[in-house]
């Protein structure tokens, strides 16, 4: 059976949904996108990606087309017609269809479209297993706060890492780590979880936001300032965070093994709350 998904208004099946070749988001990445996760069929942190999407949609002058609880609405609509007990509501918004020029279009109606997918999150190989990443120039453009959807460099850059036996590539600008493909980055060094303060350097993830309050709530101390590619191949313990990935411990970097090259106690404290905790929450 075919996927519903939700475009600009309506729910279609998969092979009916469709949008313009005049669509911004395909001639110009002018668009924004979140992707919530699913748990046991409810909502991990939905006011967590609507409060940064109204953001995003407001760095680009980009009007929103629904209102926060039309866009709750839509997302359960879709979980539930889609039977999705744990895995992923995908959204973008582009500014929507209108002539090639740079400058944006001022009758263009934004476009909205919503798909889901399954994804196994708890029992995942990689978060058991931990992860190998290498260091990688950061190339991207220099508003990473806003997630947009031009998303080229971090797949490159997932492609290189992969090429080079890896995971996932860590990016690395001015000698400091920013953060990773499509997640953020941290170490541990002691009893300390260190990860990059936030700017226009990177996202700010719904999940770092959970993971560090989780974190302080556990007395566990943070220090949120960049760190080098040389401090993390001889941190203690490393981990990535984001939506799909919750909390995934890293084994190695450059090839250089990270603690005993298993998943560290901090990494796996994390993870167990961050569960516990979203299950909880989850609307
Ligand atoms: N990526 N940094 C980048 C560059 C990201 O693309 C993401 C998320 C994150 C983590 O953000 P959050 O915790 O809100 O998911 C950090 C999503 C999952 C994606 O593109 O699929």
């Known amino acids: 059976m075919s996927r519903i998904c939700y475009v600009n208004g309506d729910y279609v099946a998969e092979e009916d949904a469709k949008i313009s070749v005049f669509d911004r988001g395909f001639l110009f990445a002018d668009g924004v996108y979140e992707v919530?996760?699913?748990?046991?069929?409810?909502?991990?942190?939905?006011?967590?990606?609507?409060?940064?999407?109204?953001?995003?949609?407001?760095?680009?002058?980009?009007?929103?087309?629904?209102?926060r609880d039309e866009l709750l609405d839509i997302h359960r609509e879709l979980v539930t017609r889609n039977g999705i007990e744990e895995g992923l509501v995908y959204l973008q918004?582009?500014?929507?269809?209108?002539?090639?020029?740079?400058?944006?279009?001022?009758?263009?109606?934004?476009?909205?479209?919503?798909?889901?997918?399954?994804?196994?999150?708890?029992?995942?190989?990689?978060a058991r297993a931990g992860i190998r990443i290498v260091s990688l120039p950061d190339a991207r453009w220099g508003r990473r706060d806003i997630k947009t959807v031009q998303l080229l460099y971090p797949s490159m850059a997932k492609m290189e890492a992969k090429a080079q036996g890896a995971d996932d590539a860590w990016m690395v600008e001015d000698g400091h780590?920013?953060?990773?493909?499509?997640?953020?980055?941290?170490?541990?060094?002691?009893?300390?979880?260190?990860?990059?303060?936030?700017?226009?350097?990177?996202?700010?993830?719904?999940?770092?936001?959970?993971?560090?309050?989780?974190?302080?709530?556990?007395?566990?101390?943070?220090?949120?300032?960049?760190?080098?590619?040389?401090?993390?191949?001889?941190?203690?313990?490393?981990?990535?965070?984001?939506?799909?990935?919750?909390?995934?411990?890293?084994?190695?970097?450059?090839?250089?093994e990270i603690g005993d090259g298993t998943p560290g106690p901090v990494a796996r404290r994390l993870r167990e709350i961050y569960i516990e905790e979203s299950r909880k929450a989850g609307i």
């Open 36 to 67: 919530t996760s699913v748990l046991g069929g409810k909502l991990i942190d939905f006011d967590g990606h609507a409060t940064r999407l109204s953001r995003s949609l407001s760095e680009l002058a980009m009007p929103s087309p629904v209102t």
């Open 93 to 126: 918004i582009t500014r929507g269809a209108a002539d090639r020029d740079f400058a944006y279009p001022t009758d263009a109606a934004p476009g909205i479209v919503l798909f889901t997918q399954t994804k196994t999150l708890i029992e995942s190989p990689a």
């Open 177 to 256: 780590v920013t953060e990773g493909t499509s997640n953020n980055a941290y170490i541990v060094k002691g009893s300390t979880i260190v990860t990059r303060q936030l700017g226009t350097e990177i996202l700010a993830g719904i999940t770092r936001n959970a993971v560090l309050r989780f974190a302080r709530e556990a007395q566990m101390k943070v220090e949120e300032r960049a760190f080098t590619v040389e401090e993390a191949e001889s941190a203690d313990e490393a981990f990535v965070t984001s939506a799909t990935t919750f909390v995934q411990p890293v084994v190695s970097i450059n090839g250089s």
